[in-house]
């Protein structure tokens, strides 16, 4: 048994347009991304490119532009920022259909696609040989922090990657904020019971500490070992849901800069307590 895609045609990338506008709910499709575009441009490869949808629209349209791009938008927009209008891409071509059936193609080839998640794409990469999750890789392996769906499930253990990568490419040193946090986490709770430490790699106790690390990390004051024992004063839980009050206190903070100052200020006052004003972090 063969199953082959039909229709394919090369066709000259001025020839295609895409079917949104803003402010309407009167054309299907989505708002070009330019950094999707930039990303795919400055990565081309030809191998990559996979299939191109479009339909043929000529009944309709009195342009030159016949063809509606039904799938591969972004890609065919990096094409043309390469290559300029006067390059051909072979497409696969669909007679033509009413809108509203175009509507639906793009819905289904939308929906009938899984996201790669962070721990997939993260061994992926380190298969691939990329320096960044190999890097990452050799922090936890020498940490001793596990990742869900790589290694067993017991503590220590993440559940996934985002924070992981958030706080690596803000500083890849290998003994950087990265390694300074999940060392510091594993010592505060490393003798706790699992209810005390539940939340010791979630999101909000990574981002606490990092963010408390990024702010004083390069101060020759930082005493490590009682920032552990700070951390300690507390289960997990307790340290979660302060941190997600300084958040919402700074809720006029974007970005990094929100979560950075969120852990910073969580650990700050409890860190500094008895501590002469020379001292203070």
């Not at 010592?187 to 963010?211: I, L, P, Q």
């Not at 006029?252 to 203070?280: D, F, H, I, P």
Request: one cysteine or more; proline letters at 2%; charged letters at 30%.
């Amino acid at each position: 048994m063969q199953i082959k895609k039909n229709n394919l045609e090369t066709i000259g990338v001025d020839k295609m347009y895409t079917p949104w506008k803003p402010d309407t709910i009167d054309v299907y499709g989505r708002k070009i991304n330019s950094s999707i575009v930039n990303k795919i441009r400055t990565q081309f490869d030809v191998s990559l490119l996979g299939s191109i949808v479009v339909c043929d629209v000529s009944e309709e349209v009195d342009t030159g532009a016949k063809y509606e791009i039904i799938d591969g938008n972004h890609r065919i927009h990096a094409i043309r920022n390469l290559f300029g209008v006067d390059v051909e891409v072979e497409v696969q071509v669909l007679e033509y259909m009413e809108e509203k059936d175009r509507a639906s193609m793009f819905l289904r080839l939308n929906a009938n696609r899984s996201r790669v998640g962070s721990v997939d794409s993260f061994r992926a990469g380190l298969i691939a040989g990329h320096q960044n999750e190999q890097e990452i890789w050799d922090i936890l392996q020498r940490r001793g922090l596990k990742v869900k769906g790589l290694s067993p499930r017991s503590w220590p253990y993440v559940n996934g990657l985002q924070d992981v990568y958030q706080i690596f490419t803000k500083d890849k040193r290998p003994n950087g904020v990265l390694d300074l946090t999940i060392h510091v986490l594993i010592a505060a709770y490393e003798d706790a019971s699992n209810k005390e430490r539940t939340k010791t790699f979630n999101r909000e106790c990574m981002r606490m500490v990092s963010g408390f690390l990024f702010k004083t990390i390069h101060n020759p004051l930082l005493n490590i070992k009682r920032l552990i024992d700070t951390i300690r004063k507390h289960d997990s839980v307790t340290w979660a849901r302060r941190y997600g009050g300084a958040i919402e206190f700074h809720e006029k903070l974007k970005g990094e800069a929100k979560w950075v100052t969120g852990g910073y200020v969580t650990l700050q006052e409890e860190y500094n307590k008895r501590l002469s004003e020379k001292n203070q972090l």
